[in-house]
């Protein structure tokens, strides 16, 4: 490999971004490291940029500031085109094409490439008028999972408690068009039963490799209980995945995804994440993302023992990145705004007492004013430390939040207990 030092731009502003962040600035590859447009914990570790999200400025400043590789956090620049933008250029994007981001971009375009490649998912019908998703309904006696085609900053998944509930919200989706266009078409697809796990695979054409799976907890309260978040907390690895439902995983999903991807003439370069539903040592996909999770991120990326980096820049320059991992386990928990998922406040002060050295701590919505740190969004901090098993990793992070504090500040009690429970 080229061991020049590669000046590296992080596209997005959470707690995945800042575990990225974090993680690259590791690697001896690493040469200056901008975000854009980061966080007050990111802009610690990082440069702010400085620039809207204009690909034109973006352009400019990488070559301005002799950008190597810009990795790319959130899902929505590659939908819009973001890698496709820098193709001829000599910047490397890590991040798929908009023709691999639709995988993520529409559900009705990744359940028909799910169907044509054989790929275990649940049963679902698409609709583009409301009259017919209702007659539907009418004629469905099993339980069902509503979902608007385009991307909703992951509020478009509704899971109806009553068959009113569910005409209410193809209602709410395609008469009110609550997500706009989003939701001019939904899908109507049958509830999975079973336990729900994430594997982010890193791929690079043909070659790909697996990072440690992981188990992110959507609800917002323990128990699973209450509406879904973006995510309240995760660990890796996790034993929800055994290995044989591994080889199943890369057997009837992986492989087909990379053939498919092939017969489409797409060039994938980034992450995808396999969103599952394992079920009688079956794995299903309930989604596909095309990027690293958020708080998986910061659980898988705590875990890694070697250079992230060094595997962005293998995969980039088309070689299998050879990926190890620490023993143990590592615990992420998410400290919430009040109210949030739904409305919250911004702007309270956090007070923070002495956190121990081998705790991670990544900024999610936060802001800096006079040197005093407050809250900035629904998802504040993420809190995350390893341990020898899962019981060592829970009691670190949870000993660290008890010296964390801000007003009407909440999280999940039980990160990682399934895991406890399960052994
Ligand atoms: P998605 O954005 O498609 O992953 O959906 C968000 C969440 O909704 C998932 O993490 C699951 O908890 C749930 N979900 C989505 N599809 C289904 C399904 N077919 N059956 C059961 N739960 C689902
Ligand atoms: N943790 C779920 C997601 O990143 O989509």
Not at 46 to 56: C, N, R, T, Y
Not at 146 to 155: H, M, P, T, V, Y
Not at 252 to 269: A, Q
């Amino acid at each position: 490999m080229n061991k020049k030092r590669k000046n590296i731009l992080v596209i997005g502003s959470g707690g995945r971004e800042h575990a990225i962040v974090w993680k690259v600035k590791k690697s001896p590859l690493a040469g200056e490291v901008f975000c854009l447009p980061g966080n007050s914990g990111i802009s610690r570790d990082a440069s702010p940029a400085g620039i809207p999200l204009d690909f034109e400025r973006v352009k400019s400043f990488t070559e301005e500031k002799d950008i190597d590789l810009i990795i790319v956090g959130p899902e929505a620049p590659l939908v819009e085109g973001f890698a496709d933008f820098f193709k001829e250029s000599r910047v490397m994007v890590f991040g798929p094409v908009k023709d691999g981001a639709m995988l993520e971009g529409s559900k009705v375009y990744a359940k028909d490439f799910m169907k044509k490649n054989g790929i275990p998912t649940a049963g679902y019908e698409v609709f583009d008028n409301e009259s017919d998703a209702q007659d539907y309904l009418s004629s469905k006696k099993e339980d069902v999972v509503i979902k608007a085609d385009g991307l909703c900053g992951g509020k478009g998944v509704i899971i109806p408690e009553t068959p009113r509930k569910a005409r209410e919200a193809v209602r709410v989706l395609m008469k009110e068009k609550k997500f706009g266009e989003a939701g001019s078409k939904i899908i109507i697809e049958d509830k999975l039963q079973g336990e729900e796990a994430s594997v982010l695979v890193m791929i690079s054409g043909e070659k790909y490799v697996y990072l440690s799976p992981s188990q992110d907890h959507k609800p917002v309260f323990d128990g699973d209980n209450g509406p879904n978040t973006g995510g309240m907390g995760a660990y890796a690895p996790t034993s929800a995945i055994s290995s044989s439902v591994m080889e199943k995983i890369d057997r009837k999903i992986t492989k087909p995804v990379i053939d498919g991807l092939k017969e489409r003439g797409i060039d994938y370069r980034g992450v995808l994440y396999l969103g599952l539903m394992i079920h009688s040592e079956e794995p299903g996909v309930l989604e596909f993302n095309v990027r690293l999770g958020d708080p998986e991120a910061q659980a898988v990326l705590g875990l890694m023992e070697s250079d992230f980096l060094e595997a962005v820049l293998d995969l980039m320059e088309n070689r299998k990145p050879d990926i190890k991992w620490k023993d143990g386990y590592v615990v992420d928990v998410v400290l919430a705004s009040g109210g949030y998922p739904g409305s919250y406040r911004k702007g309270m002060e956090i007070s923070m007492g002495d956190i121990d050295e081998d705790i991670m701590l990544f900024h999610s919505g936060t802001r800096e004013r006079d040197g005093v740190l407050y809250t900035d969004g629904g998802r504040v901090l993420n809190v995350a430390a390893a341990g020898k098993d899962i019981e060592r990793a829970r009691e670190k992070v949870y000993g660290a939040i008890e010296k964390i504090n801000f007003e009407g500040m909440h999280y999940r009690t039980d990160i990682g207990l399934k895991e406890v429970m399960r052994k």
